[in-house]
């Protein structure tokens, strides 16, 4: 059973840089597409950004030029480089492992951005 564990979040001020980690058990995380995602308090969980198993990206509009999605897979890691940090992006993020119908999810890291 693949697990996956976040780590990297913390108190940033506005302006500030985190990168999140998402590290997954198992050797197979190679074939694994890879998202994170945030939830604020009252809010949906929303894609951030996502890496295909290929090592294409997408993010979303609200990130874009600021946040940086990628994976080692040697290492079975997928990073979140997250600068130009604002209040409104803060969250708990989630790392989040989909192959087919497979769905797996860690427990979340929460990023505040705070003066």
């Known amino acids: 059973q693949v697990q996956v564990v976040e780590s990297g979040g913390g108190l940033v001020q506005p302006g500030g840089s985190l990168r999140l980690s998402c590290k997954a058990s198992?050797?197979?995380?190679?074939?694994?597409?890879v998202g994170w995602y945030r939830q604020a308090p009252g809010k949906q969980r929303e894609l951030v950004a996502g890496?295909?198993?290929?090592?294409?990206?997408n993010y979303a509009d609200s990130v874009k030029g600021r946040f940086t999605i990628s994976r080692d897979n040697a290492k079975n890691t997928a990073f979140l480089q997250m600068n130009s940090l604002k209040p409104e992006d803060t969250a708990v993020y989630y790392c989040?492992?989909?192959?087919?119908?497979?769905?797996?999810w860690g427990q979340g890291t929460q990023v505040t951005v705070s003066s």
């Open positions: 198992g050797s197979i995380f190679r074939v694994y597409n």
């Open positions: 989040n492992l989909q192959q087919f119908t497979t769905q797996i």
């Open positions: 890496i295909a198993s290929s090592g294409s990206t």
